[in-house]
T-cell receptor, first 112, second 124 residues
Framework: DIVMTQSPLSLPVTPGEPASISCRSSQSLLYSNGENYLDWYVQKAGQSPQVLIYLGSYRASGVPDRFSGSGSGTDFTLKISRVEAEDVGVYYC?????????FGQGTRLEIK | QLQLQESGPGLVKPSETLSLTCSVSGDSISSSSYYWAWIRQPPGKGLEWIGNIYYTGKTYYNPSLQSRVIVSVDTSKNHFSLKLSSVTAADTAVYYCARHYAWGSGSYRPFDSWGQGTLVSVSS
């Protein structure tokens, strides 16, 4: 199985400040088509997860442009340029490179 | 608008079989663009992928659950189902259904639509 490791696991952020979450995979997520099969999801309290970023760097429909994803191979980063109160939640990275699909442990973003 | 809705018993006894159905509306489950998936989340914990099914019946399962899991699809009813046998308290979780696409000739699609989730508790 591909192991996904996120850091930090807890992220207190002042509104308006940037935030960054790291995700590392135990194997390369680069697929034969040249894309990295790495997604980012956020789960807000009491809700189902929702996709933010797919294939490492593509913003999902309706996602604000303050969210960006980068990285390749085994190292990936989710960045929020200016955190807003509505960004509170648990952020997960997920690999879709091969079954079984695996998720990171989750990073809890909170507002200071 | 696409909607996925999980349904099934909220309480299952230990050693019995958990059965859930995901009803899909707003899209055909026979779409060649998607796999249909089950994902679960124990209370206060992270996400665990259970398995996927394509409309043709092709399945992928998490090896950690493979001996106890069956995912099936009924294209005539536009729904797919999960059966998890020999459950224990460790199977208590919110179970989500979702759609995505990977590992084939088509374009990759993330889990872009999820059901609201249904809590299944395993207890006598």
């Amino acid at each position: 199985d591909i192991v996904m490791t996120q850091s930090p696991l807890s992220l207190p952020v002042t509104p308006g400040e940037p935030a960054s979450i790291s995700c590392r995979s135990s194997q390369s997520l680069l697929y034969s088509n040249g894309e990295n099969y790495l997604d980012w999801y956020v789960q807000k309290a009491g809700q189902s997860p929702q996709v933010l970023i797919y294939l490492g760097s593509y913003r999902a429909s309706g996602v604000p442009d303050r969210f960006s994803g980068s990285g390749s191979g085994t190292d990936f980063t989710l960045k929020i340029s200016r955190v807003e109160a509505e960004d509170v939640g648990v952020y997960y990275c997920m690999q879709g490179r091969q079954p079984p699909i695996t998720f990171g442990q989750g990073t809890r973003l909170e507002i200071k | 608008q696409l909607q996925l809705q999980e349904s099934g018993p909220g309480l299952v006894k230990p050693s019995e079989t958990l059965s859930l159905t995901c009803s899909v509306s707003g899209d055909s489950i026979s779409s060649s663009s998607y796999y249909w998936a089950w994902i679960r989340q124990p209370p206060g914990k992270g996400l665990e992928w259970i398995g996927n099914i394509y409309y043709t019946g092709k399945t992928y399962y998490n090896p950690s659950l493979q001996s106890r899991v069956i995912v099936s699809v009924d294209t005539s009813k536009n729904h797919f189902s999960l059966k998890l046998s020999s459950v224990t308290a460790a199977d208590t979780a919110v179970y989500y259904c979702a759609r995505h696409y990977a590992w084939g000739s088509g374009s990759y699609r993330p889990f872009d639509s999820w059901g609201q989730g249904t809590l299944v508790s395993v207890s006598s």
